[in-house]
């Protein structure tokens, strides 16, 4: 400031000085120094506000244009002036850039969101929805922004939902892609916010209601599987109680009685079986089974049971590949081995046979295989034996003390140790259930070792 005062007065000065120094050279008889240089000095205030004024203009046409990097005058008031302002300028472009990134980001984060998100305004027109909510609700965004959510989304329990406008709670509705085969359930809630404005969340909770639904018909199950034994134990007791029998009656009585107790803790150890299996770590890799002496095992249980449910009459086959081990745990090996040899006997009439093979397969894996000459089952059962309680012939299954989640177990084992289960079967004619273990499980001592075979 006192820069410009001292420039102004200089020019006054210098404009004085010059107009005395012009009425002195060629006008001596005119007027006095006093007035020249008074008449000087205003001149040069004139053209001191015309130049001062042109600079101001530069500023201002400047500051009018989008173009504000190079400034339009560098020195004086006016310089400093529009330094003052760029950098003004270039701090509130640097802050409007931040805030630009933060909600890119910010909408990108709500992109990678596995819920929907849709931003409504206060007359629930779509602002802004993630590729979660597009996929939920079939949007389109060249299509649908600043559409009415209602009019795009017509599902009566969600529209009841948008009518009632009661946003406590959430609502449930099929999505856009659901089908009857593929059913997908949404959970959509809305959260008003800020003036009148509403978020509107969609999740995917199919897993969970089929999670629920699942839980729910397997509570069912298990309450029916042990209610029908206890009814019939009960109705025995009561005869024994009120009937007056003789020996051989009683013993009969007894003997059937034994018979549900025995279906009775069938169930629960194949319930304590499965729990355990989906409770526990996976089986360790370090500890090796040898798998002649854990089919050993099955064929003398499948011997007996043979024998007690038929009387002794399968061709027992077993061709097992000595110096064979597998990974893993030893009892739930056992539990699927013998689930499987004990369906082959229990599903296949006396006098047929069955085999059952152990071996390492080419890749370095191994199979574990039963081959059964029973009834077999329709092709259209295969895909669902694998279900809890699921059943192709129940009555076979109860008559030989079958729970109807010998096959579940034997899934889960197969899943535990990285191994899969494949099921063939011809009606009629016989089934085939195969295991194939993974090189990492397997260690084949004897690659060349003979298949023994032993007829049980
Ligand atoms: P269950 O205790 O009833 O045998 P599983 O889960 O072991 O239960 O088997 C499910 C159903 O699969 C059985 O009820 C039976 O109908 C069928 N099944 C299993 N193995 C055989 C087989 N080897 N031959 C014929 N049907 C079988």
Redesign the pocket.
Known sequence: MLIRLLSFSLFQGVGALLAAIFMRVFAPSHGGVVVSSLVGALGATYFWLLWDLSRGLRVMRWLRSEETREVAVESGLWGEFSNRIRRVLRNNERAVQQRDERLQEFLAAMQASPNGVVLLDKDFRIEWFNQSAAMHFGLDARRDLAQHFANLVRDPSFAAYFAAKDFEKDVLMPGRASTATLPVRLSVHVHPYGAGRSLLLSRDVTAVEQAEAMRRDFVANVSHEIRTPLTVLGGFVETLQTLSLNDTERARYLDLMAQQASRMQSLVSDLLTLSRLEGSPLPTTQEWVDVSALVDQCRQEAGELSRVLWGQTHSLIFEIQGGLSLAGSATELHSAFF?LIG??V???PAGKSIRVLASATDDGGALFAVY?Q????PREHIPR?TERF????RS??RDTG???????IVKHVVQRHGAELSIA?VPGEG?N?QIIFPPHRVQSRLATAPVEAIAA
Request: net charge positive; aromatic share 10%; glycine share 18%.
């Open positions: 689930n369906n082959a229990r599903y296949t059964d029973g009834m077999g089952i034996l699921y059943r192709v012939d076979r299954s079958g729970t109807g989640l010998g096959l579940a079967s089934s259930f």
